[in-house]
């Protein structure tokens, strides 16, 4: 039996959850989010704590008790305070300007690129450092995941787009080699 699947999840004021057939919807103060019921499972609620009940105890089953828990988890957190994850770009002559809902870079290339969000994405700029927010844990990642894959952070210099929080491994390059 999984133990993340065991633990309680804390449902914060002004945030409802209820079961709607083979989904779970989630509402907050900064919008809703849906998650699927799988077979087997089903929800607990009582006063302000939720906690996620297996009904069927089958290898299936015991593979996704700990995920749902966690999927339900993010959704409750992110309808009450969301997710931001903050890029930093580093680069002579690396630009990136908000135009309209996405933003446009300039990154040493002989293009400008346009990258436009998906829907429920908020992107914002201060100076070089750029933030992705919104309710959906997964988007957010997977928003700020492409935006980095637009330019990664190359080992010798530290050029490119990086998270804020990421360390890139210098190498030392064909000076280090000459003097050896």
């Known amino acids: 039996m999984s133990r993340i699947g065991r633990s309680i999840i804390t449902v914060p004021a002004g945030v409802t959850v209820e079961v709607q057939g083979e989904d779970i919807l989630v509402k907050g103060p900064k919008g809703e989010l849906t998650v699927a019921l799988p077979a087997g ?10 906690s996620v009940v297996q009904e069927i105890e089958n ?3 015991n ?18 305070t969301g997710f931001e994850k903050k890029l930093e770009m580093n680069g002579v002559g690396f630009r990136v300007e908000k135009k309209g ?10 293009h400008k690129i346009d990258f436009v969000p998906q829907p429920g994405i908020t992107l914002s700029v201060e100076g070089n450092i750029i933030s992705v927010t919104g309710i959906d844990k997964q988007l957010v990642g ?8 637009l330019k990664k952070p190359e080992p010798y210099k530290g050029k490119g787009i990086r998270y804020i929080d990421e360390r890139v491994r210098r190498k030392a390059g064909k000076a280090a080699a000459k003097g050896a």
Do not use: P
Not at 64 to 72: A, C, I, N, Q, S
Not at 142 to 149: F, K, M, P, S
């Open 41 to 50: 499972f089903n929800l607990k609620q009582e006063d302000a704590q939720l």
């Open 59 to 61: 290898r299936e089953t």
């Open 63 to 80: 593979a996704r008790y700990g995920l749902l828990r966690t999927l339900v988890a993010n959704a409750v957190t992110g309808v009450h």
């Open 101 to 110: 809902e996405g933003l446009v870079f300039s990154l040493g290339f002989s």
């Open 142 to 149: 997977q928003t700020a995941a492409q935006i980095r894959e």
